[in-house]
């Protein structure tokens, strides 16, 4: 289970494919795509999130920029694209999607500029004039209005494809806060078929000709249809912070703590800092200048300069979280600064995903649904293991008595149904301490039991080489199967390779599976295969991964167990964590010598 969830919105970071981005004006948009064909240059910890990973890298500029880029690093965590299935492209409907909100019905747009009892509403209260009420850029827009504005007072009112309406003022001229009251009133004003999504407050200064956008935005959104993810986090306890408009995409509803930002910047330092600290919920954070610098005013080469300014710091964040942290890195829609279009487009969006419960690299595919992301951070928050219902057995070897030691074995691929069965019956009649069968054959073991043995199986058997991710998959359908005791094969090219580290990690790994699900683990080392040094940092990798066995051999290898093998793991191994001994035991003093060297299970074909 997770303490802390941060979820990181690049707002407008798209990655195409939209299947019905046609029907929003938007076929071809590919904002990844557009940020990719600016240079070469790697993005290392993005490609760690698993960014070039995903499905559906298939734009020419993505191609090429794979096919040239110099540092690719492998993916950490999962990953995948999400398609969105409310009706609109914008923040506000992306954001309340992430948080669990569809929208069935788009929220209104004005093409041809805004009715004339919305003007009258504008001059009513504010005491001014209105200038504009067309769709326009927002830079345009004080460019071609600005110094009439500055010289009449009047208001220049404009939107966008998106709904929004939107009000530009000089600050000297229309001090900050009284903008804000007028965008206040007209947000109370905006109702029922005018409920649009944003009113935006668009402060200026500067002088004519060089008039500039200042950070002092603020929006005024339409308030959440429904609860949403932060509301149902803080009624159980957790804290919500936001970072950027977060708080005024949901109207500040279910935000226990807002941090506004004057930008990218801004709001990648608020969330270094707030990761220093602790506390126990969900952190929001949205970075606006993807879209509003960038993916606005199509400049290409901004956006990607600010996608390396976020991996850069993605490196810190990475090599700063805790052990219970996850990190999601998502978007809310497109904007695609490589077509003729200044507005958002219709595009699926990134998933990546790292940390608690998120540490094998994982490719999820295409998700349906923006809400699936608020579904991860209910599970991270709230998740509780489930464990297995098991036999409750004592297995705990019986001095005197070798068969209470023994884990009879039958791997063969040759065994059939009956074999299991006989395999089982022998078992029970000698006192045997469990059966350890394919994997599947598990539920018929359990079936044929009837809760009279423990049944042990294999994963990653027998040569160890599969991913990490196939082998926890491996390990928690077994134990869902009714396997109480796994025995796992490591990874012995990794061994070679050195990277007892990637070993030690897989292990612990698995053992946190098994445990969550109320098994035990095993660990085959293979013995056969390794130095003397080698079966050393085993041990203690073992031991540190929180495995419950470490076993000497699969019986599969060139030479099974060894009494100086075992004294050593014996002596090597932490306090709690057993020995096993399997391969080539076939009689009684075989196994008595294993248990003298410090065996605590065997593991054989006979019952000896």
Not at 114 to 140: A, Q
Request: aromatic share 8%; proline share 4%.
């Amino acid at each position: 289970m997770a303490k802390r969830v941060f979820l990181v919105v690049l707002d407008s970071f798209g990655t195409g494919l939209a299947p019905d981005a046609a029907s929003f004006g938007d076929e071809g948009s590919n904002t990844l795509a557009a940020v990719l064909s600016d240079s070469d240059k790697p993005f290392p910890n993005l490609s760690r999130m698993g960014l070039f990973d995903i499905d559906g890298l298939f734009d020419e500029r993505e191609r090429n920029y794979l096919a040239n880029v110099s540092e690719k690093p492998d993916p950490i965590g999962s990953y995948g694209i999400v398609r969105e299935v409310s009706q609109g492209k914008d923040s506000t409907i992306g954001h309340w999607e992430i948080a669990g909100i569809l929208s069935a019905i788009p929220q209104p747009t004005y093409p041809d500029g805004f009715p004339e009892y919305v003007l009258d509403e504008i001059r009513k209260v504010s005491g001014r004039g209105v200038l504009c009420n067309k769709p326009y850029s927002g830079t345009e827009v004080i460019k071609d209005y600005g110094e009439e504005h500055v010289k009449t007072g009047d208001l220049i009112v404009y939107t966008s494809a998106d709904s929004v309406l939107q009000i530009a003022a000089h600050e000297d001229v229309v001090p900050l806060e009284e903008l804000y009251k007028i965008c206040s009133k007209m947000r109370q004003f905006m109702t029922g078929k005018d409920n649009v999504g944003r009113i935006i407050a668009r402060p200026f200064t500067g002088t004519a000709g060089n008039y500039t956008r200042t950070s002092n935005r603020h929006d005024f959104s339409a308030a959440p249809p429904s609860s949403n993810m932060m509301d149902i986090l803080r009624n159980y306890g957790f804290e919500t912070i936001s970072v950027g408009k977060i708080n005024d995409l949901f109207a500040g509803h279910g935000i226990s703590e807002s941090n506004p930002t004057s930008g990218n910047t801004d709001g990648i330092s608020k969330l270094l800092e707030i990761q220093n600290r602790d506390f126990n919920g969900l952190c929001f954070v949205n970075l606006v200048d993807f879209d509003m610098k960038y993916g606005h005013r199509n400049d290409i080469a901004g956006y990607a300069a600010a996608m390396h300014e976020f991996d850069d710091a993605l490196g810190t964040f990475l090599d700063n979280m805790r052990r219970d942290d996850l990190l999601i890195i998502t978007a809310d829609h497109g904007c695609d600064p490589s077509t003729v279009s200044t507005d958002h487009s219709r595009e699926t969006i990134p998933l990546l995903i790292y940390g608690e419960g998120y540490e094998v690299p994982h490719n999820m595919g295409e998700l349906i649904g923006f809400g699936n992301i608020s579904g991860i951070v209910f599970n991270a928050l709230m998740r509780r293991p489930l464990p297995r219902v098991f036999p409750d057995i004592d297995n705990t070897p019986k001095e005197g008595n070798i068969a209470s030691y023994v884990d009879l074995t039958n791997l063969k691929q040759t065994a059939t149904i009956k074999d299991i069965e006989d395999l089982i019956d022998k078992a029970i009649s000698s006192g045997c301490a469990s059966v350890c069968i394919p994997p599947c054959y598990v539920r018929d073991g359990v079936r044929i039991a009837e809760g009279r043995l423990k049944i042990c199986t294999v994963i990653g058997f027998p040569n160890g080489y599969q991913t990490t991710a196939v082998k926890v998959f491996e390990a928690i359908d077994a134990a869902d199967n009714g396997a109480s005791e796994i025995d796992m094969v490591i990874n012995i090219n990794e061994v070679k390779n050195g990277n007892l580290d990637k070993v030690e990690n897989e292990i612990r790994l698995i053992a946190e599976a098994v445990h969550a699900k109320g098994a035990i683990l095993k660990v085959i080392i293979e013995t056969c295969f390794l130095t003397e040094e080698e079966k050393i940092k085993l041990c203690k990798a073992v031991s540190s991964a929180g495995a419950d066995f470490i076993k000497t051999s699969t019986g599969f290898g060139t030479n099974g167990a060894a009494i100086e093998d075992v004294k050593l793991m014996a002596q090597n191994v932490a306090r709690g964590v057993k020995v096993k001994a399997a391969g080539g035991i076939r009689t009684p003093e075989a196994a008595q010598a294993m248990i003298d060297a410090g065996a605590s299970r065997i593991g054989s074909s006979s019952a000896l």
